[in-house]
């Protein structure tokens, strides 16, 4: 079974309100962006794999696109030395994913608990949220409400909101 088969037979065994989408893949946030469906109400992220230097301690970072990301200021806001990109065998070896695919339901994948999910509070925001269900050849959308009171619960990593 795909990732993609794995996350989207999880959503809906959890029995989770979701749309889901088809399309080509998705490579960047403007590919995402120009997607038929991103509405004016719809919340699409940039997820970021982010590690400390000796690769110990590891974040899920959850922004939206528009915002600047800087490496200092979100390792002081979540109270952690100088943070960077983790590299692709760390996505790969801990959560089975291909760079341009990552997404909180991949931690789903992440049995050890190895990750820290961290969550910008611009992210919540009125209407709905969509992520790409670890491939980025499909979206899936939830309800903002949904997501935070379902999904993220059903994730089973205690999020930080920065």
């Known amino acids: 079974m795909s990732t993609k088969e794995a996350i989207m037979a999880r959503i809906r065994e959890l029995g989770i309100p979701h749309e889901y989408h088809e399309h080509a893949a998705a490579h960047t946030m403007a590919d ?13 992220c940039k997820n970021l794999l982010l590690c400390n ?3 110990t301690v590891f974040y899920l970072y959850v922004t939206v696109p528009e915002k600047p990301f800087r490496t200092g200021d ?6 952690s030395s100088r943070l960077s990109f983790a590299p692709a065998e760390c996505l790969h070896g801990m959560l089975r994913l291909e760079p341009g695919s990552l997404s909180p339901l991949g931690l789903w994948f992440d049995t050890e608990q190895r990750i820290r999910l961290a ?6 925001q009125e209407g709905r949220i969509a992520f ?3 491939d980025n050849t499909a979206t899936v959308r939830f309800d903002q409400h949904v997501f935070f009171e379902q999904v993220v619960p059903a ?3 205690e999020p930080i909101f920065i």
């Not at 995402?32 to 004016?40: G, T």
């Not at 979100?74 to 109270?79: A, C, F, N």
């Open 32 to 44: 995402c962006l120009a997607l038929p469906y991103a509405a004016p109400d719809v919340t699409f």
């Open 53 to 55: 230097t000796p690769k």
């Open 74 to 79: 979100v390792s002081k806001r979540l109270g």
């Open 119 to 124: 969550f910008d509070r611009d992210v919540m």
């Open 132 to 134: 790409h269900p670890c």
């Open 155 to 157: 994730l089973a990593h």
